[in-house]
């Protein structure tokens, strides 16, 4: 992973976008020595929005299925027709 000052990402904006768009690699941003921000390319930030949303559903499937909170399959379809009219 590649690291910038964000004095250098105000100076070559342009520049470092495009390496990232190239190599899909997220870049660092510092400020005063510390970690400020990460720079990501946009098909890598809607990739992992994707993942966190299914990882999301997942658990809270986990946790109904852990509270007793579930239906038998029949119903489910039954429940679900109404949604795929």
Partial sequence: MKTEL???????????????KDTK????????GKPAAY????DSFEALEKRMKTLEGLARGEKAFAEGRVIHHKEAKEKMARWLK
């Fill in 6 to 20: 964000v004095t250098s990402l105000k100076r070559r904006a342009t520049e470092i976008i495009g390496e990232l």
């Fill in 39 to 42: 720079l990501v390319d946009v």
């Fill in 25 to 32: 690699s997220p870049v660092l941003i510092t400020e005063h």
